[in-house]
């Protein structure tokens, strides 16, 4: 079974850094494309940043480009979100997800993303 964990949440002010965890196990990471998103209170869930199996391709929402840098390492089985400048828009509940697409695909549909975690709370103060 695939089991997806957050880590690295917290408490910073604007203008500090947090770099989020996402440890895969169950399956075969380098498998999976890795994405992140995140869910604000009151709002829909949406995209923040994905990664190709590989680690060679990266997308970005707009409102995070600049800021925020998706990686991973395969050979440990876990991703990353270094979240730069934050602002206090970005406080939300931040997920990570895997997406089973073939090749360098990557994606922004949550649709597309079968496995979740639960979720690590970001919280930006003004």
């Known amino acids: 079974q695939v089991q997806l964990v957050e880590s690295g949440g917290g408490l910073v002010q604007a203008g500090g850094s947090l770099r989020l965890s996402c440890a895969a196990s169950?399956?075969?990471?380098?498998?999976?494309?890795m994405g992140w998103f995140r869910q604000a209170p009151g709002k829909e869930r949406e995209f923040v940043a994905a990664?190709?199996?590989?680690?060679?391709?990266?997308y970005y929402a707009d409102s995070v480009k600049g800021r925020f840098s998706i990686s991973r390492d395969n050979a440990k089985n876990t991703g990353f979100l270094q979240m730069n400048s934050l602002k206090p828009e970005d406080t939300a509940v931040y997920y990570c997800?895997?997406?089973?697409?073939?090749?360098?695909?990557?994606?922004?549909?949550?649709?597309?993303?079968?496995?979740w975690g639960q979720g690590t709370q970001v919280t930006i103060s003004s």
């Open positions: 169950g399956c075969t990471f380098s498998s999976y494309a």
């Open positions: 990664i190709s199996r590989s680690g060679g391709i990266t």
């Open positions: 997800a895997v997406d089973g697409a073939s090749g360098s695909i990557i994606r922004r549909g949550i649709s597309f993303y079968d496995y």
